[in-house]
Structures are given as structure tokens and as C-alpha cells.
């Protein structure tokens, strides 16, 4: 069993940044790609990011280009999710993702822009 705790979430004032960390446990964490996907009040979730196992392959939505990075450090079983220049759009829960074969979820954690 994957298990998937995320933290760094609260509130940020528009064109703050926050940075997001996932720590995964129960898995050789090197064998898994991981994502970031986010639920806004009133839409779907979507995908956020996503990298590959070594880190070398990073593939963001259209809607975070330029400001959201995504990156890895396996010797930490972490994935981490830095994002800048923040608006109130990208208030949601985020949900951090291992993948590999089948999906596993974190718990979430909320993530406010406002002013």
C-alpha cells in the first residue's frame, strides 16, 4: 500500500508563492512517476503536474506554465510542487499522485489565494 501525506497548503495573498511537499512511504518511491492534481469549489479535478521516476520529464497544465515547477528527491521518498506568482484561480485542495500500474492518492491539502 502507497502512503501519500502532503503539507505546505494555507493562505497566500495573490502573487505570493507557497511550495507544496508529499512524502511517500510503504514503496521503493524511485519506481513510481508522481502527479499534482488540484479540485477548485464548483469544477473537477484536474491535473496539475506530473514527472517521471528520475525526474528527467515534467509536464505541467496549460493554466500553471511558467509558474508552477514541479521536481522529485528520491533519497527523501519526496515530490514537492513550487508555485509562484500565485492567483486566485489556483485556490483549491491539492492532492499529491504515485503511479505505477495503478494510482494512489494523498489525503490533500487546501491551498487559498486571496486578498
Known amino acids: 500500500q502507497v502512503q501519500l501525506v502532503e503539507s505546505g497548503g494555507g493562505l497566500v495573498q495573490p502573487g505570493g508563492s507557497l511550495r507544496l511537499s508529499c512524502v511517500a512511504s510503504g514503496v521503493t518511491f524511485s519506481r513510481y512517476a508522481m502527479s499534482w492534481y488540484r479540485q477548485a469549489p464548483g469544477k473537477e479535478r484536474e491535473l496539475v503536474a506530473s514527472i517521471t521516476t528520475g525526474g528527467g520529464s515534467r509536464n505541467y497544465a496549460e493554466s500553471v506554465k511558467g509558474r508552477f515547477s514541479i521536481s522529485r528527491d528520491n533519497t527523501k521518498n519526496t515530490v514537492y510542487l513550487q508555485m509562484n506568482s500565485l492567483k486566485p484561480d489556483d485556490t483549491g485542495v491539492y492532492y499529491c499522485?504515485?503511479?505505477?500500474?495503478?494510482?494512489?492518492w494523498g489525503q490533500g491539502t487546501q491551498v487559498t489565494v486571496s486578498s
Open positions: 499522485v504515485a503511479m505505477r500500474g495503478s494510482i494512489s
